[in-house]
């Protein structure tokens, strides 16, 4: 594996009150950050604003210790998914230690409404109820939009394949099938005609059924949107702080065509960061959730000057969005995300506006089989960051749908590039990634 290192400036901490990693004494601090869902890939470096900003243990939590890591200070046993079980956990690590969380920062989607639970429980800041709820169901969100005239995806939402049929009626085909609570394009689908509604139905409920299990989720939950046409997707990244935002970067998706518009990359700067309708936009977005806390993760569909927001999460943007703006722009976004979720950011800062570069996340796709043999790569480039791989011999190569069926991913970057250069950066990191993908996996089709 190669990992090339990245020194970031600490261009916030030293104007936001942080402190030095040297300076923090546990046995002094009777309290710590709890940090959820900064285990998983392509979101470890929270950790690393973690330890920057908080003079004090940083406690992580994990299910068990198999899936454990050493990037804590703690961990505490617990799903952090589960809210009820997660707010025991750290209530039992109070009795035990004395310790209380100065602060309780998710970083997954899933984990916004464990740590809501928590710091309500403590009296800490975190997301309003209002938001947790608009935020985390599709159908309440885009009501929400509506309401604000934000541009977004005439929908319905249907928990049966009879009620698919009856609001289908209402709506103008083609649609977009998708479950009402998740992200990670899993279940989602495009259907063409009345007649591909109880396959495309199957699909999407299978996706979600599929991750229920792991985030507790009931099974009725769907939403049926009309296609929105567009050239290219986007998204923005916010920092909201009360009732002021402002925008962090702007990113292009690379994806896959319908019918599951699989995401496989992603690039920063984005053709659309000077656009201001677009980050506009974003703001606007985040303005009719009532997101008052943190970094949200914007999605906008282009289409010249037309617009129109697919979703709004309220954390940062994951798939390495918050590396590449990092690598581009010079400083960590979690500082700020970690900041503002312990009231830290009694001002806006100023935004770095002009990148070192362009810098691409592109995920590896192995073609359908049997994974026989991972081979090293023959040489790397200067252009490659880093690349991980998340499959071994003698797993299955799943054909290409959402975030579960990826193989690995290619971080790539080129020093002094620019905005007008994105598009070909893009080209040229994707190439790249099929090629690695080419040289590292051995498949057999057949098995």
């Known amino acids: 594996m190669f990992i090339q290192p990245v020194f970031i400036q600490p261009t916030f901490i030293d104007r936001f009150h ?19 869902g900064a285990d998983i890939l392509l979101r470890e470096r929270a950790v690393v604003s973690a330890l920057r900003t908080f003079d004090g243990p940083v406690v992580g939590m994990s299910q068990t210790p198999q899936d454990c890591n050493r990037y804590f200070d703690e961990v505490l046993w617990a799903d952090y998914y589960d809210a009820d079980g997660a707010l025991a956990a750290v209530q039992s690590y109070e009795k035990e230690t004395g310790r209380r969380p100065a602060a309780v920062v998710p970083i997954l989607e899933m984990n916004v409404h464990v740590a809501a639970a928590i710091a309500g429980h403590y009296g800490l800041p975190t997301v309003p109820a209002e938001c947790l709820t608009l935020a985390r169901d599709k159908h309440a969100m885009k009501q929400a939009f509506e309401a604000a005239g934000v541009p977004c995806a005439r929908h319905r939402p249907f928990g049966t394949l009879a009620d698919l049929v009856e609001v289908s009626a209402e709506l103008t085909f083609p649609l977009v099938l998708k479950p009402r609570d998740f992200a990670g394009n899993v279940g989602t689908v495009k259907v063409n005609t009345p007649e591909e509604l109880p396959a495309a139905y199957d699909y999407c409920r299978a996706g979600l059924l599929a991750v229920a299990p792991t985030y507790n989720f009931s099974d009725g939950r769907y939403q049926a949107e009309e296609f929105v046409e567009s050239t290219h997707e986007i998204s923005v990244e916010v ?5 002021l935002r402002t925008v962090l970067a702007v990113t292009d998706k690379i994806k896959l065509p319908p019918p599951y518009f699989t995401e496989i990359g992603q690039v920063v700067p984005s053709r659309e960061t000077d656009n201001q309708a677009v980050r506009d936009l974003g703001l606007a977005a985040c303005a009719a959730l009532s997101m008052d806390r943190g970094i949200a993760h914007v999605e906008i569909l282009v289409n010249g000057d037309q617009l129109s927001v697919v979703e709004v999460a309220a954390r940062p943007g994951g798939d390495g969005i ?32 002009e990148p070192a570069g362009v810098g691409a996340c592109v995920f590896l796709k192995a073609e359908p089989g049997l994974i026989t043999e991972l081979r090293p790569v023959p040489e790397f480039t200067e252009r490659e960051e880093a690349l991980y791989l998340s499959h071994r011999a003698g797993d299955r190569s799943a054909p290409a749908s959402d975030y579960l069926t990826r193989n690995g991913v290619l971080e790539y970057f ?4 620019g905005v007008a250069d994105s598009a070909e950066v893009q080209r040229r990191a994707i190439e790249l990634a099929q090629l690695r993908t080419r040289q590292i996996f051995a498949i057999d089709p057949a098995s």
């Open 239 to 243: 920092l909201n702080c009360g009732e």
């Open 322 to 353: 918050q590396d590449l703006i990092d690598r581009v722009y010079g400083f960590n976004p979690y500082d700020l995300h970690i900041l503002a979720y312990r009231d830290q950011l009694p001002e806006l800062p100023e935004i770095p506006r």
């Open 18 to 36: 942080g402190v030095s990693v040297f300076s923090r004494n546990f046995a002094a601090n009777d309290q710590y950050l709890l940090l959820l």
């Open 414 to 417: 080129e020093k002094d590039a």
